[in-house]
């Protein structure tokens, strides 16, 4: 059993940056791949990026185009998301996730967090 809590989300002008962060907690497994996703009003939860165990990424470069950065701590067991430039199509909450291996596809994926809300003014 894993439990995923995020944090950092809020309220940014356009061109702005926030760090999210997800702790994750009582898992039974160290060497899981973690992600993040998004999903905002009215629209399917979209892949943003995904990280393995030794640090290796990948992301939906159609959303992120090069903005952002996937990053964990496995000492602190703690995903990070780095989010620069940041535009009001960014608006969403924002969800972290692990499991197994790593996928584009959110039905693949075993432990959610809460998420957290990112808002992005013109």
């Known amino acids: 059993q894993v439990q995923l809590v995020e944090s950092g989300g809020g309220l940014v002008q356009a061109g702005g940056s926030l760090r999210l962060s997800c702790t994750a907690s009582?898992?039974?497994?160290?060497?899981?791949?973690m992600a993040w996703f998004r999903q905002a009003p009215g629209k399917e939860r979209e892949f943003v990026a995904a990280?393995?165990?030794?640090?290796?990424?990948?992301y939906n470069e159609d959303s992120v185009k090069g903005r952002f950065t996937i990053s964990r701590d496995n000492a602190k067991n703690t995903l990070y998301l780095q989010m620069n430039d940041l535009k009001p199509e960014d608006t969403a909450v924002y969800y972290c996730?692990?499991?197994?291996?790593?996928?584009?596809?959110?039905?693949?994926?075993?432990?959610w967090g809460q998420g957290t809300q990112v808002t992005v003014s013109s």
């Open positions: 009582g898992r039974t497994f160290s060497k899981f791949a």
């Open positions: 990280i393995v165990w030794g640090g290796e990424g990948m």
């Open positions: 996730a692990a499991g197994p291996r790593l996928s584009d596809d959110d039905g693949k994926w075993d432990y």
